[in-house]
């Protein structure tokens, strides 16, 4: 997997992680969605969150 450059959304994609967890995916699309975060990259995490990287929260 690609290296993540920008580490405002690394932030993003683990606090979404998170959220998605505990509050349900709603509540993380709509805080990714809220800090600009790229569709794509918001589908594809909540869609699959078992091909996060290792480095993500879990």
Do not use: C, Y
């Not at 932030?11 to 959220?19: A, F, M, S, T, Y």
């Not at 569709?39 to 869609?47: D, K, P």
């Amino acid at each position: 997997m690609k290296k993540r450059l920008n580490n405002i959304f690394d932030h993003v994609v683990n606090k979404g992680l998170i959220l998605s967890k505990f509050r349900g995916e709603l509540q993380a699309k709509q805080m990714m969605e809220k800090a600009g975060l790229p569709r794509s990259i918001i589908i594809r995490v909540l869609a699959n969150p078992e091909r996060t990287r290792s480095s993500d929260w879990s």
